[in-house]
């Protein structure tokens, strides 16, 4: 008797010849019953090898096909994902990640023994780097986790949910809330933010389950282009862009109860400078005062999360000028 496919596996992809072997590879060898799982692999116009190293795959492996989405960006491909879906659940891993071997298998395990059923489940996601990092680069600029024990996010880390990584939705959500924004989140190699987070809003007012599982864990390619400082601010200012447009549109949507709220830009100026300078300030005093590679790295680390702070802080201005948004305020998630 055919056993029933439970999960769908969606892997959208845009010129990745060189790693998508080793993400689909990772599926391969999942622990889980090929029977009960399939991987679908979403090209999006890729105009490399990436096809022909995925149909490498396909012949091999009945669970594994491929769909083109001509409608180029991430949110238009992940949405012929979920569509294209037979699986009750629909998991999103990125072409340039590796899944741990259990990763589909505790995905089920967590729908059908936590209680009250999750309609959303996550986990981790570690950093895989191309080369040994810089000494300013600390692991939690490309890590995604939410600690060390299982539980439900409270917000108001509900409110960002998981990367797009290493996400499992219910498909009926889909149907529900509308899949994700293709007004926000990447377009070819255009960095672009956001989508992921505007779904997990909608979904999170109405269904508060978001099961996070540390075990659910995936590894995920960090180049050496992204241990440039130049690519750190960059992508901070592009946060800070898409935080605004994000915040400010769902405030003005639901105008009242809001989980976002209206802060003054002085406000955003004080919490860098006490959260992020001054704590940098004393590093920099013991670096002075106790010089060793230890003392060093702390500063440096600390130096560029100030960087960072700032690049999100302009990106956010910008955001404010382009969109005509009152300039003296910015939209704060609640603490």
Known sequence: MNKKIRLSVIVCTYNREQLIGDCLQSLVAQALDPALFEVIVIDNNSTDATAERVQEFISKYPQFRMIKEMEQGLSHARNRGWKEAKGEYVVYIDDDAKASPNWCERIL???????????????????????????????????????????????????????????????SLFNSYGGFSTELGMIGNETRMGEETELFLKIFEHEPYFWYDPQLVVYHWVPS????????????????????????????????NAPYTFKPMYWRIRHIISSYMKPSLKLLFRFITHPCRDTKKAFLVSYVRVLQAW?????????????????????????
């Open 225 to 256: 282009r992204k241990m440039l400082l130049s690519y750190r601010m960059l992508r901070m200012y592009k946060v800070g862009y898409s935080d605004v447009l994000l915040r400010y549109n769902c405030a003005v949507d639901k105008k009242e």
């Open 109 to 171: 395990i967590n729908y059908d023994t936590v209680t009250p059923t999750p309609v959303v489940v996550g986990g981790q996601i570690l950093p895989w780097h191309e080369c040994e990092p810089p000494i300013w680069f600390h692991e939690s600029f490309e890590k995604a986790s939410c600690g060390d024990n299982a539980k439900f996010l409270q917000p108001p880390l509900a409110h960002t949910g998981f990367s797009g990584s290493n996400m499992c939705f219910k498909k």
């Open 311 to 335: 690049a999100s802080f302009f990106g956010a201005r910008k955001a404010i000028k382009d969109n005509k948004i009152h300039c003296s305020f910015i939209l704060h998630l609640d603490q």
